[in-house]
């Protein structure tokens, strides 16, 4: 049961496409079924929303939409509306600022889990953002979130259901120099 659906409700059986991708009910799932579509697909479509998850080509939402770009980075939110964060292993050295609340989707498979990279935040200087609490080094601070204007790959990616979030929000298309 994904955030805020009830067991009971029967859903539609009836699908939609969005840019040739099934809409199927299951909001998060379908957006990121979406997004990777836009990543393996390059098109010539415009969206109404500058940022809407659903824009293509992959690039449309970044400034000039025709920086090369091989990756829609994205957060996941929680029921309670906090970003979903996962753990990356650091290249330089694991401290406590391992942790990101932005992804890659690499494969969708099964009714609706996703294999996800963890990208590590950067801010506009290159240096790798501490996206933790200082007091509570379990939360995210949120305004920290703000600084991140630069993501790299990392070699971690974790597993997920995607029925259990409540919502995506797309945050930029970047080339990270990922080969398929």
């Known amino acids: 049961m994904g955030c805020?659906?009830?067991?009971?409700?029967?859903?539609?059986?009836?699908?939609?496409?969005?840019?040739?991708?099934?809409?199927?009910?299951?909001?998060?799932?379908?957006?990121?079924?979406?997004?990777?579509?836009?990543?393996?697909?390059?098109?010539?479509?415009?969206?109404?929303?500058?940022?809407s998850c659903f824009n293509t080509p992959l690039g449309n939402l970044t400034i000039p939409a025709n920086t090369p770009a091989?990756?829609?980075?994205?957060?996941l939110l929680t029921k309670d509306g906090s970003p979903f964060?996962?753990?990356?292993?650091?290249?330089?050295?694991?401290?406590?600022?391992?942790?990101?609340?932005?992804?890659?989707?690499?494969?969708?498979?099964?009714?609706?889990?996703?294999?996800?990279?963890?990208?590590e935040p950067r801010d506009r200087h290159g240096n790798e953002v501490n996206l933790l609490n200082e007091h509570n080094k379990s939360q995210i601070d949120l305004s920290k979130i703000c600084k991140v204007v630069d993501w790299d790959a990392t070699g971690s990616c974790i597993t997920v259901d995607l029925d259990c979030f409540c919502a995506v929000e797309c945050i930029a298309d970047v080339f990270l120099g990922i080969c398929d």
């Open 70 to 75: 091989d990756t829609r980075v994205f957060m």
């Open 85 to 119: 964060k996962a753990f990356y292993r650091d290249r330089d050295r694991c401290d406590n600022d391992c942790w990101s609340v932005f992804f890659r989707v690499e494969d969708i498979f099964g009714r609706c889990c996703a294999t996800l990279r963890v990208l």
């Open 4 to 51: 805020g659906r009830n067991d009971n409700v029967v859903e539609s059986t009836t699908n939609d496409t969005v840019g040739g991708t099934i809409i199927d009910g299951r909001c998060v799932c379908d957006v990121v079924r979406a997004i990777k579509d836009i990543q393996d697909a390059f098109e010539d479509e415009c969206g109404p929303c500058p940022t």
